[in-house]
């Protein structure tokens, strides 16, 4: 009989969602209500990165009138942003969150962030520019950014050794050479994957190549996805798929473990965070890997990208405690202590502009003993001052990620070359937001 | 299948029992009601619901990073998700499918239940504990454990058969359908044969022994006196694995990382919940959901038309 049921229960379930009586979504945030039991005031944090109660601890233990307890949830795109915006609509929601950069848009137009202006502005200069606008829409700023994802290139400095390779490529032309070399070594190794799930990533390649897909005018949004940086971009990466110089395979996936433990895939262009999936996935191989900074397009240059941005702790719409949570959230990404607390358990690239005193980034044997004693984060600390402060996320984002891989997969698939899948992705983008009522203009 | 029998029994013991207190009328509400209260609170007005989502949309202005607006369109959701060429694509996709599973489910589960009814099967027991374990194993680990399989660079079976020189890739665009059913297959054939095999079960032995008598082999047994006899069920099982071959979610969903042949709205179900949990648009995906369960409806209902229109008198 359990099979009979299910067209119904579909709804049952989509519906559910909709009203915003989703047990996930009314269960976990029942704490936010929060009371004052002698004048301490306590707050929910909704948060996915791992350990980060340890950054928590130390800020309950200096607040004594304050106290936040950690609520592990969902990774926002799987499910943990769906269960905010239903939180926020049933009126339950935690008072702080974890949102990403490229989700924050979608945030602000759901009226489902406080505007925590004028409890942070004295202090938001602390941050590194680029991602302070990225908080910032209608001149109003809805979060603290925590920590970015300045890339670079991770690579097994054997594999390559054996390849004949004595240094890093510094250009995509030196890649495309490398990736041929590497190509030679045996039927199953490759340069690199071209993961073709990951929207992140064939972003931050963009922008590193000097792509802008969206910019905000006054009262449109200018979408330009198939620009000419881009499609230099999908034409080079098209040209190591068709040569058979990269693995299509999706990253951090089984396949994708197993092929960076043996070397079958060589490199992996990643943000600072990528050192803990490595490590943590290929411990064998330690003392076999380096980094360095992006091949560039031109010679000479220090182009780089992002990737998704980086994350940001915002105060959640129908909090009480709008002041103590946006307290709670500045000094969690600023304070000396915590920040290298949560450098050192992988949350990414610290946000703030001074990083002097950040002692995780300067002496880390465990990580640097990865890399051959190669202190890695001075890449990464190069990589993040050469963001630019130009990129902007639009709303709809997720409709942009799923609209961008089912595009990829199909030209792939049908072999109609990369370039087609961003050109299908700019007819689908701008689509989705007009349909949204979103004002739309193309270059 | 037979655990609803002292269920019954139990039931009609009780039900007697309330009739000499407080008359029929009493005791039909007490065994309907909370079973309507169920049934309206969790099915009815949850579909209600999404029905009236399905009409609504939200809607911003200008950058769009304003309030959102919800905006009465009557049935602006249905003409898009049926104006939209990926979302007819996984409609199609999804006959395709049922033009593969369905034959072949009822087709093994009848071979297997029949295999097993044979009187000369060896450890009929053992084998139907094998064949129903499947079911057993969740949807999404027995996906998982397929797409292990199913991946040349994690898969034992396909690295040995790459050493002897075939080289397979269940995951192509062109044969995903088929890994698809596979594993479907896989974890329901055994669930179906139980069925078939509770029919076959209540076949009366007179019949067997008549048959002997008038001279009838084991194949026309087969065909003239347990098939038609068990039709019924045959029929019971093509309407379970249709409405579940419709619904198909689990198994594309998990693969779907995997392969570049699976889209984010590979089946209707996961164009629904695409829009609804990434996209964000629920409305949308209500107006999927209602598309769905329609017709789900009509191809169920449809079914048993065709089935009882050429006058079975077993049905």
């Known amino acids: ?443 | 299948m037979s655990t609803t029998i002292p269920i019954e029994r139990l039931t009609s013991r009780r039900k007697t029992r309330q009739r000499r207190r407080s008359g029929p009328i009493g005791a039909i509400l007490l065994f309907t009601v909370p079973f309507a209260l169920m049934f309206l609170a969790f099915y009815v007005a949850p579909i209600i619901y999404a029905m009236v989502q399905s009409t609504f949309a939200q809607k911003s202005s200008g950058l769009g990073l304003g309030a959102l607006q919800e905006v009465f369109v009557f049935f602006d959701n249905y003409v898009r998700a049926l104006s939209t060429p990926s979302f007819i694509a996984s409609l199609g996709r999804l006959f395709l499918f049922c033009i593969i599973e369905v034959p072949l489910m009822v087709i093994t589960a009848t071979i297997l239940a029949l295999l097993l009814e044979a009187g000369k099967a060896v450890w009929p027991r053992a084998f139907r504990v094998i064949f129903f374990m499947p079911y057993g194993v969740p949807g999404v680990i027995a996906t998982l454990l397929w797409g292990f399989l199913y991946v040349p660079s994690t898969s034992p079976v396909l690295q040995g058969l790459a050493a002897i020189g075939i080289d397979i890739t269940p995951l192509q665009p062109n044969s995903v359908l088929f890994a698809i059913a596979n594993i479907s297959l896989w974890v329901y054939a055994g669930y179906n044969m139980i069925i078939l095999t509770a029919a076959l079960n209540s076949i009366p032995s007179e019949l067997y022994e008549a048959a002997k008598i008038d001279g009838a082999g084991e194949w026309k047994t087969i065909f003239l006196i347990k098939l038609p006899l068990i039709r019924p069920s045959i029929v019971l099982v093509t309407l379970f694995t249709i409405i579940g071959t419709l619904q198909l979610f689990v198994e594309p969903l998990v693969l779907s990382p995997l392969t570049t042949a699976i889209s984010s709205d590979f089946t209707p179900n996961m164009a629904a919940y695409n829009q609804a949990f990434a996209q964000g648009n629920s409305n949308l995906a209500a107006a999927m959901a209602v598309i769905v369960a329609i017709l789900a409806f009509i191809m169920s209902f449809g079914f048993l038309r065709i089935v009882n229109k050429k006058g079975s008198e077993a049905w």
Not at chain 1, 375 to 403: C, G, H
Request: charged share 20%.
């Open chain 1, 1 to 443: 009989m359990k099979r009979i049921f299910p067209a119904i229960t579909t709804m049952a379930i989509v519906a559910l969602a909709l009203s915003g009586c989703s047990s996930g979504a009314g269960g976990s945030a029942s704490a936010s209500a929060g009371s004052d039991d002698g004048g301490v005031t306590e707050l929910t944090f909704q948060s996915w990165v791992p350990n980060v109660d340890k950054a928590v601890d130390l800020f309950n233990a200096s607040h004594p009138n304050i106290h936040v307890t950690l609520e592990t949830i969902t990774a926002g795109p799987d499910g943990g942003y769906a269960t905010m915006f239903s939180a926020v609509k049933a009126g339950n929601a935690a008072d702080v969150a974890q949102v990403g950069y490229d989700w924050l848009p979608d945030f602000v137009r759901n009226d489902a962030v406080e505007d925590i202006t004028q409890y942070v502005s004295g202090e938001i200069d602390k941050f590194v520019d680029w991602q302070v606008s990225a908080m910032t829409f209608n001149d109003a700023i809805y979060g603290i950014p925590q920590a970015s994802s300045p890339l670079g290139l991770y690579y097994r400095s054997d594999v390559f050794k054996k390849a004949g390779i004595t240094k890093a490529p510094e250009t995509w032309d030196e890649f495309y050479a490398d990736a041929k070399l590497i190509r030679k070594l045996g039927k199953d190794n490759y340069i690199a994957a071209f993961a073709y799930n990951q929207t992140p990533w064939l972003i931050g390649l963009s922008e590193q190549a000097g792509a802008k897909w969206f910019t905000a005018g006054s009262d449109s949004w200018t979408v330009s996805i198939n620009d000419d940086a881009t499609m230099k971009v999908a034409d080079y990466w098209q040209k190591l798929i068709d040569e058979d110089l990269v693995k299509v395979e999706a990253d951090m996936s089984n396949e994708w473990y197993k092929d960076i433990q043996n070397g079958n895939v060589a490199s992996w262009i990643s943000g600072s965070w990528g050192d803990a999936i490595i490590r943590g996935n290929a411990p064998k191989t330690s003392g076999n890997w380096s980094v360095s900074y992006m091949p560039q397009w031109t010679a000479g240059e220090s182009a780089t990208g992002t990737w998704g941005g980086g994350s940001a702790n915002v105060v959640l719409k129908g909090t009480k405690h709008a002041a103590e949570a946006s307290e709670f959230a500045l000094w969690l990404n600023s304070n000396a202590e915590s920040v290298s607390t949560l450098v050192s358990i992988g949350a990414g690239w610290p946000a703030i502009e001074d990083t002097s005193a950040i002692t995780s980034l300067t002496n880390d044997p465990d990580v640097f003993s990865f890399y051959n004693d190669q202190n890695i984060w001075k890449v990464f600390a190069e990589s993040d001052a050469n963001v630019q402060n130009d990129w902007r996320w639009p709303p709809l984002v997720s409709t942009l990620y799923s609209t961008l891989i089912d595009n990829v997969k199909s030209s792939i698939d049908n072999s109609t070359g990369l370039s087609n899948a961003f050109d299908e992705t700019q007819t689908g983008m701008i689509d989705a937001l007009t349909q949204a009522g979103v004002a739309t203009t193309t270059n």
